[in-house]
C-alpha cells in the first residue's frame, strides 16, 4: 500500500500557487534567488488534518495529520522550523501501520536550509536528509537516506537553478500571487528528496467553494492538480483546494492512488497570520 498522504505526493505537501520564478538577476546571492518575502503565514501557525481512504465504497477515517511552524536557528541564522507528523489510526494500523515525520529549516526568505523525512510504512522504515548551501550562485544538495533495509546512501547534487524539497515548496509556493493565474497554467515543480528530482508540476483548474465537514465554515478556493511525469506517462496525483486569500491554506486534498482513493481535510486552525477573507 503506498503512502496515503501529503508526504511525497505532497506537502508535501502541499505547494500550490504560481509560476516557480527561480530568479534571473545573477547578481544577486543564490540563497535570495531561492527565498520570497513571506506574506502567508507567521511563527505559531497550526494545521490539523484528518484522513480518509475509500475501503469497498466506504470513507474510513483512518488517521490523522498536523502541520506547525515557529521561528527557530539554525546554524546560527534565523530560520522558520516546520513540521509534519502523520499517523494512521487502529483501523489503518490494522491493515497498514503508517508514522511519518517531516522536518524543514528555511531561512527568513523561505530558501531551504535543512530537511529531513523518517518514514514507517508497513514494515519498511527509511531516512531521507537534505543539505543546502549556495556556492557561486548555484543550489548545492547533500543527500543522506537510509534504506529500509540499513543501507547508507550520501550523494552531493549541484543545480544552476533552485530545488526544493516537499516542505519548503510548500512554503514558498504558499507565498505566490495567484490572482493573474488563467485556468489550464501550468507551474513547475523542481521537488527534490535524497534519491532523484521529480519531473512534477501543478496544473491551475480555477476556483470551486469547499464546505468543511460538520461545521458551517465554507471557503472559495483555488483548485490545482499535482501531476507527475513517470514511465513515459503523466498521471495526476493530487488534487489541491487551497483557500483563495493572502493565507493559502490547504482544506482539502483528494489523492488518487493506484489501489484507490484517499482524502484529506482540515480539521482546525490556529495562528493565522492574515484575515481568512476566502471564508463565505
Same mark, same amino acid.
Given at each position: 500500500?503506498?503512502? $496515503?498522504?501529503?508526504? #511525497?505526493?505532497?506537502?508535501?505537501?502541499?505547494?500550490?500557487?504560481?509560476?516557480?520564478?527561480?530568479?534571473?538577476?545573477?547578481?544577486?546571492?543564490?540563497? /535570495?534567488?531561492?527565498?520570497?518575502?513571506?506574506?502567508?503565514?507567521?511563527?505559531?501557525?497550526?494545521?490539523?488534518? %484528518?484522513?480518509?481512504?475509500?475501503?469497498?465504497?466506504?470513507?474510513?477515517?483512518?488517521?490523522?495529520?498536523?502541520?506547525?511552524?515557529?521561528?527557530?536557528? =539554525?546554524?546560527?541564522?534565523? /530560520? =522558520?522550523?516546520?513540521?509534519?507528523?502523520?499517523?494512521?489510526?487502529?483501523?489503518? &494500523?490494522?491493515?497498514?501501520?503508517?508514522?511519518?515525520?517531516?522536518?524543514?529549516?528555511?531561512?527568513?526568505?523561505?530558501?531551504?536550509?535543512?530537511?529531513?523525512?523518517?518514514?514507517?510504512?508497513?514494515?519498511?522504515?527509511? !531516512?531521507?536528509?537534505?543539505? =543546502?548551501?549556495?556556492?557561486?550562485?548555484?543550489?548545492?544538495?547533500?543527500?543522506?537516506?537510509? &534504506?529500509? %533495509?540499513?543501507?547508507?546512501?550520501?550523494?552531493?547534487?549541484?543545480?544552476? &537553478?533552485?530545488?526544493?524539497?516537499?516542505?519548503?515548496?510548500?512554503? #514558498?509556493? #504558499?507565498?505566490?500571487?495567484?490572482?493573474?493565474?488563467?485556468?489550464? &497554467?501550468?507551474?513547475?515543480?523542481?521537488?527534490?528528496?535524497?534519491?532523484?528530482?521529480?519531473?512534477?508540476?501543478?496544473?491551475? #483548474?480555477?476556483?470551486?467553494?469547499?464546505?468543511?465537514?460538520?461545521?458551517?465554515?465554507?471557503?472559495?478556493? $483555488?483548485?490545482?492538480?499535482?501531476?507527475?511525469?513517470?514511465?513515459?506517462?503523466?498521471?495526476?496525483?493530487?488534487?489541491?483546494?487551497?483557500?483563495?486569500?493572502?493565507?493559502?491554506?490547504?482544506?482539502?486534498? %483528494?489523492?488518487?492512488?493506484?489501489?484507490?482513493?484517499?482524502? !484529506?481535510?482540515?480539521?482546525?486552525?490556529?495562528?493565522?497570520?492574515?484575515?481568512?477573507?476566502?471564508?463565505?
Amino acid at each position: 500500500m503506498k503512502r $496515503l498522504l501529503i508526504t #511525497r505526493n505532497t506537502v508535501h505537501m502541499l505547494a500550490l500557487l504560481s509560476l516557480l520564478a527561480a530568479g534571473s538577476m545573477t547578481s544577486m546571492p543564490a540563497q /535570495a534567488q531561492c527565498g520570497i518575502e513571506n506574506k502567508a503565514f507567521q511563527s505559531g501557525e497550526f494545521l490539523a488534518y %484528518d484522513l480518509y481512504f475509500n475501503w469497498k465504497f466506504v470513507w474510513l477515517k483512518v488517521g490523522s495529520a498536523s502541520m506547525s511552524t515557529v521561528k527557530s536557528v =539554525y546554524n546560527g541564522e534565523d /530560520a =522558520y522550523r516546520t513540521s509534519l507528523i502523520t499517523r494512521g489510526n487502529e483501523k489503518l &494500523d490494522g491493515f497498514f501501520v503508517m508514522r511519518d515525520t517531516l522536518l524543514s529549516y528555511c531561512n527568513k526568505d523561505l530558501a531551504p536550509l535543512y530537511h529531513r523525512k523518517g518514514s514507517l510504512e508497513g514494515k519498511r522504515y527509511y !531516512v531521507d536528509e537534505l543539505w =543546502y548551501t549556495y556556492p557561486k550562485n548555484n543550489c548545492h544538495v547533500k543527500m543522506h537516506r537510509i &534504506d529500509a %533495509d540499513g543501507e547508507v546512501h550520501w550523494k552531493d547534487k549541484e543545480y544552476k &537553478d533552485c530545488v526544493y524539497d516537499m516542505m519548503s515548496i510548500f512554503l #514558498r509556493a #504558499r507565498n505566490f500571487d495567484a490572482s493573474t493565474m488563467k485556468e489550464g &497554467d501550468v507551474i513547475p515543480m523542481p521537488i527534490t528528496d535524497a534519491k532523484h528530482l521529480s519531473n512534477s508540476w501543478l496544473k491551475y #483548474r480555477g476556483k470551486e467553494t469547499y464546505k468543511i465537514d460538520g461545521t458551517k465554515e465554507k471557503f472559495r478556493c $483555488l483548485v490545482f492538480s499535482f501531476i507527475e511525469h513517470e514511465n513515459g506517462k503523466n498521471k495526476e496525483l493530487i488534487r489541491f483546494y487551497v483557500t483563495d486569500d493572502l493565507n493559502h491554506i490547504p482544506v482539502r486534498l %483528494d489523492l488518487f492512488l493506484s489501489f484507490g482513493s484517499a482524502k !484529506v481535510f482540515l480539521k482546525s486552525y490556529k495562528g493565522i497570520k492574515n484575515p481568512i477573507t476566502s471564508k463565505l
